[in-house]
């Protein structure tokens, strides 16, 4: 994805390995679903092109209509009124026991009046659930840019590979500052010559009341679009790993992902820091 006056930025098809969705095998797809390309009339990380947050509703819409792996709920409000969806992406299987599922994480997450034994058994049963989200800073706009490109994937590819992550993962894929990403996205592409397109001259910043500080917003919650994204992780779904996108630049492209380097908060449970590093590690392994 080429944006002017900027580097290019990492590919997209990293975010789909910590899906572990890339496989080295040939790919066979599902019929009837409609592709980026022939949505937008771009790729997704095409040159000089950015989808508005109201083009990536529209077209996860259109994949929820053609999927039985995919549904969309409406989650709430921004606070320039837009609806904010929420994709939940599984196999058909686990689509007819969401409900379960989603007590089970409740369940395991609050751990109130569980035995070792029950929690085992309720692990054994349930799925992963795995948030990602995209957009909370609407310049760093390949957060937002994958979430689109995500959901086609893991929708339309039937390789063994993600047929089994289907199996065994709730994905929770959201957008988390549509406002910003429609300003973004429309003042970028309002420029007719693409090699002219940019950014620069916002004329503010992309989230009506806190700007850039959205993410701060997570310890207050003041805000609409937190207030959701709290209720789901805290209050609903409780998954177990949340994928916060951001992005580095303009000065190259660097993946970030733990391990993290000691001394760790001694606030922490050792058991969580360990977890964290578990799944860095093979992250890591696997983008190598």
């Avoid at 910590?18 to 937008?40: D, M, V, Y």
């Avoid at 995209?134 to 995500?150: D, M, N, P, R, S």
């Avoid at 089994?164 to 500052?177: C, K, Q």
């Avoid at 970030?256 to 606030?267: D, G, L, W």
């Amino acid at each position: 994805m080429r944006l002017a006056h900027r580097t290019k930025v990492l590919p997209l098809f990293c975010l789909f390995l910590l899906f572990g969705g890339l496989s080295w095998a040939p790919l066979s797809g599902q019929a009837g679903i409609t592709t980026p390309k022939e949505f937008f009339g771009y790729n997704i990380g095409d040159d000089y092109f950015l989808a508005s947050y109201t083009q990536a509703k529209a077209y996860w819409e259109k994949l929820a209509g053609e999927s039985d792996r995919m549904i969309l709920q409406e989650i709430g409000t921004t606070e320039e009124g837009r609806t904010m969806v929420m994709a939940i992406i599984t196999s058909p299987e686990n689509h007819r026991d969401l409900d379960r599922f989603q007590d089970i994480a409740a369940k395991l997450a609050l751990a109130e009046g569980l035995t070792e034994e029950n929690a085992r058994i309720l692990a054994e049963e349930g799925r992963a659930v795995v948030w990602i989200d995209g957009g909370l800073h609407a310049t760093e706009e390949v957060g937002a840019q994958q979430e689109i490109e995500l959901a086609y994937q893991m929708v339309s590819r039937s390789d063994r590979e993600t047929l089994r992550i289907l199996d065994n993962v709730i994905l929770l894929a959201t957008f988390t500052n549509p406002d910003g990403m429609d300003m973004v996205s429309d003042w970028y592409m309002k420029e007719p010559d693409p090699e002219k397109r940019s950014y620069r001259g916002l004329p503010r910043l992309y989230q009506k009341y806190v700007g850039h500080d959205n993410n701060r917003d997570f310890m207050l919650v003041s805000q609409k679009e937190s207030e959701v994204v709290a209720r789901i992780l805290y209050c609903e779904w409780y998954p177990k790993i949340v994928y916060n996108h951001h992005q580095n630049g303009p000065a190259g492209a660097v993946l970030f992902a733990p391990p993290f380097r000691e001394p760790h908060s001694y606030n922490f449970d050792p058991l969580l820091v360990m977890g964290i590093t578990t799944v860095g590690n093979a992250m890591h392994s696997r983008f190598a």
